[in-house]
């Protein structure tokens, strides 16, 4: 609020000029050439800088409300200088010593300036460079010793802000809806969503949040880092005394607690941009489709009529005239499904039932190997298994523990037996590795006899 009260009256001109565009030019051309220098600009370096950007881009300025007849006869750059100092968003500076005038830019201005910057650039992704901000500042704390509670409150403003830019973009992704009812054409709306909606929300903003180099690569660390800082008391007793008196280890609590919170919301952002990026490609394949067949689909011209009747002046007259010409209550203009579907006759249904072929007859061969496979072994015969192969108390799985498919059988069904309550054994609990000896491939398992309870 402090800017605000700096803020001359004159300084919101700007915004109702008919040269607002050119100005605001201008500005950016000046903070760029300002940007780049070690001291303060001259004068003559903001008109060189103005005439060779007006001389390029040959723009029109229109006399200006703060201006009178004697300011429209000076060139264009001299015009636009001296109308942005008398609006206040640029500040001379007169330097007696070296007889020289300097521009400098005001810090309200700067604000504004900056807003501007962005409305008329592509930057980096911001959520990228704040995810990346909050990473950085919970490693400080967690490994520097000289860090202060200050990089926490940098860290919880950082969340905010990623919070809220998520927000725009969720909300921004409403304006795609809108310019799909707008296309008449399906040539207008394949154009719009691949030069507007996939390269400016999937390539640049959606597309970041899914890949590798993405918002969960740093979430689980962050997490981890704040639940080990807050469960080290030690850790925050010292923050609190390097911080000073006014900072306690509750209030250092509830800065840790308001990123993870702020975590939380972040994942129900994106998780809530997936549905709206579902959503819009559902519905832009829908209207493509519709654009693409409407003059040969039903349903797409019944929709034609009706947008054409609701646009039209005498809807009245229209439906009259609509009426005497085709029969609105015919099922086949509604759907192209009959309601009704015709049963065949009984007598058809008696052929097909005699007309089915019988099984043939297995041979004795086809019968034992059927009955083979679909076999299972005793649980004895499972249990003789594991114990052929124990030593000292336990079978390993090795390359030569399976030869043949009954074997591997065995195999399988020693797995099964083992997850069972009343089994006599148990397989370990770790991530086996896997076991290729050229026929069949299996994990490495370890059998143990089961402890009695």
């Known amino acids: 609020m402090i800017l605000m009260n700096e803020i001359p009256d004159r300084f919101w001109g700007l915004f109702r000029s008919i040269n607002r565009s050119t100005y605001i030019e201008a500005l950016l051309k000046i903070n760029e050439e300002y940007e780049y220098s070690n001291y303060f600009l001259s004068r003559e370096v903001c008109l060189q800088v103005l005439e060779e ?20 006869l000076l060139p264009t750059a001299a015009r636009v200088l ?46 990228q460079i704040y995810i990346q901000n909050v990473y950085a500042i919970l490693f400080s704390l967690k490994h520097d010793p000289r860090a202060s509670v200050s990089l926490l409150n940098t860290a919880c403003i950082n969340t905010k802000r990623l919070n809220k830019t998520l927000q725009d973009m969720l909300h921004n992704m409403d304006k795609f809806f809108a310019s799909l009812l707008s296309k008449k054409a399906y040539g207008e709306l394949l154009k719009d969503h691949l030069e507007g909606y996939v390269e400016e929300i999937v390539k640049k903003k959606y597309h970041i949040l899914k890949t590798s180099d993405n918002f969960y690569l740093y979430k689980n660390d962050i997490k981890r880092w704040i639940s080990s ?9 010292q923050m609190s005394r390097r911080s000073g008196l006014k900072v306690t280890v509750g209030d250092i609590g ?8 702020g975590f939380d919301y972040i994942e129900h952002r994106i998780a809530n941009m997936d549905k709206e990026h579902s959503r819009y490609i559902r519905a ?18 019944v929709i034609r009529l009706l947008n054409h009747l609701s646009d039209t002046e005498n809807q009245e007259e229209a439906i009259k005239e609509t009426g005497n010409c085709m029969n609105l209550s015919q ?21 097909n039932l005699m007309a089915e072929e019988e099984a043939p007859e297995l041979t004795m061969e086809e019968v ?32 030569d523990t399976v030869r043949s498919p009954e074997e591997f059988e065995k195999l399988i069904l020693a797995y099964d037996y083992s997850t069972r309550r009343k089994s006599l054994y148990q397989v370990e609990d770790q991530e086996p590795e896997q076991i290729d000896n050229g026929r069949y491939r299996y994990p490495k398992l370890v059998f143990t006899r089961r402890k009695e309870s």
């Open 82 to 127: 001296n109308w942005l100092l008398r609006a206040g968003w640029l500040r001379k500076v007169d330097d007696y010593a070296s007889m020289t005038v300097y521009i400098v830019i005001p810090d309200y201005a700067a604000v504004m300036i900056e807003a501007f910057f962005k409305l008329t650039s592509d930057e980096e992704d911001e959520t």
């Open 229 to 237: 800082m807050r469960e080290d008391g030690e850790w925050m007793e």
């Open 331 to 351: 099922i086949s203009l509604l759907s192209e499904n009959s309601l009704y579907k015709r049963r065949k006759p009984r007598a058809g249904f008696k052929e």
């Open 368 to 399: 034992l190997n059927l009955n083979r496979l679909k076999s299972r072994y005793s649980r004895k015969e499972i249990e003789d298994f594991i114990e052929a192969r124990l030593e000292h108390g336990c079978m390993e799985v090795k390359e």
């Open 53 to 72: 950007y007006f001389v390029q881009k040959q723009l029109v300025i229109w006399q200006d409300e703060l201006e009178d007849e004697a300011d429209a």
């Open 254 to 261: 509830e800065k840790l607690d308001q990123i993870e919170r």
């Open 284 to 301: 832009t394949v829908t209207r493509l489709n519709y654009l693409l067949n409407q003059e040969d689909n039903m349903k797409g011209l």
